[in-house]
């Protein structure tokens, strides 16, 4: 070889060596950028688009450091739809600045995802000391929120949950310092905190361990069981400990030495996912026993009763949702019939993101888990755990909403799982500036399966019941967004006050579920609503007859329950009244409130029937 193009070669290698941790660290920054922004709408989402700056910010930076496109990753398309969905919610939503406050958390945790995918997998500090951010924040953060959990929250709230924990809750309470910041409720916590776990335990597991390195990590990790432990989340505890469980012992099964001729004893393999199966579903026994699915004395209005009312709820908006950050009085005014909020959200992740941001939304969050199943192992090093988390946070989502209820903050880190497994493979100890995640493979499966969709979608609208359904979800928009987006207690008594006042107009709803009824008499949402303005406004034949057709066809619906048997009591039929009412839950004091209204309106009569068939039902 040429001694010159020797030292040219030489000299090129430290130069490109400098170059890429040039560009890792501008990488770095760029994400910084950008978790600045995500905490800026954690703390602040009343600031709205303007910490797009900084996203901006980030991406040139990113762009010019890559040279790739801004979007290139594989579950770009399905945040795309789940983003457009969550702006319409906010549109929807009866509260303008609740519902777009919604919007930019969940933007935020977009944010938060592409920061993680561009995070550069090592950065050089010079004199041959490399520090991974990524592992760093991923074992650190969950700690940091463990101890804001543990020195913000007042633990005696909750004395009642879990009563055995409150000597160490008084312990903390002791320690606790003077604090006025934001409350992070503990079931958000402990949902949180049990979804990061398996990454923190991925990325402890994967750094170079030493005595400073195993002390530090083992205090994040305590600090994180600790807060988990504290938050007296039942659900986040189980669904946990069923995912570290089954990956526990996936591991062991990958482990198994005994072959036979070139494979695993399949008697041996059989056996192990046998004992597997049969701890999972003594797990989950546990967690049906232990969680509170059933109404009782700290759970007045339990889980299965929640979930079943709230599916009630959806099926009056099941295209459009009611909106973002919408649950708490639509549910407390159209199911609950009380004149206060009750609950803020369904409890259910699932239930939770179809309210909020309709059939887009469920259909972009399905969209994301299929591509995430369907990801490979050799797709990213971070497979096992991002599977893992991904399940804790489904599995916690079927009896509790940690990351999309409660007032929706921990959506900013819903999408992290999602963004691991968007990271390339990268081989050890080479790092590079030009290193993005994997391009989309191109696939004619979902344009095709779009298109499908479609065309069934077309031949369905055609159908007079679907175009029932659509009508009634309008109808229901239209008297959500008109009674909600002014009513205010107690400056209006009952939601009734608002429905009789010229402040407000309802003929819009009312022309959509009239048109809905055109098309299918029995539409049960159409029917109800129209019972319930119809009683509001003192038209008692009318609002019979719809709420008995709507009654014939739904039978197991609360609201139409009871609003049925306030119109027989006051038309005169009160063991009618009293049986329906015996069906329904009325501990929040719903016929009183309706006594109280007959009487507020001058109905002495009306009133004193409502009284007398109230009797029959004690």
Known sequence: ??????S???????????EASRGNAILCLSSLLGFVAAGLWLVWPELGPWPLTLVALALVARKLTTRAPILNTPFDRPLLLFLCAAAVGAWLAYSQRAGWDKFWLIVAGVVVYTSIVYLPDEIDLGSSRRISPLRALLIVAPAVISLYSLLSTDWMRWAEKLSWLNPVRSWMIALRPAFSGYDLHPNVAGGILAALIPLQLAALFSVKRSGVHIWLGGLCLGLSALGLFMSAARGAWLSLAIVLTAWGLWWVSGQVVLRRKGGADPRLRRALWAAVGAILIAIICSALIATPLRAGPTEPDGRLTLWRNSLDLALDYPLSGLGLASFEMPYSSYVLLVHVGYLTHAHNLLLDVWLGQGLLGLLGLGWLLAIAVRTGRQASPWWHAALASLAVILLHGLVDDAFYGYDGR????????????ARPVTVPGVSSPQQVPAKRQISYVVPILGGIAAVLAGAALMLPGSRAIIEANLGALAQTRAELSRYQWPEWPIQDALRRSPEVNLEPAIAHFEAALVLDPHNVAANRRLGQIELSREQYGAAKDHLEKALAVAPWQRATRQLLGESYAINGQPELAAELWRTVDLAQGQLAARLWWYQHIGEAERARRLAGALKLTQ
């Open 1 to 6: 070889m040429n001694p010159l193009s020797l």
């Open 8 to 18: 040219k070669h030489v000299v090129a290698e430290p130069r490109a060596e400098t």
């Open 410 to 421: 921990g959506v900013v880190l819903l999408f992290v799982p999602f963004a691991l497994l």
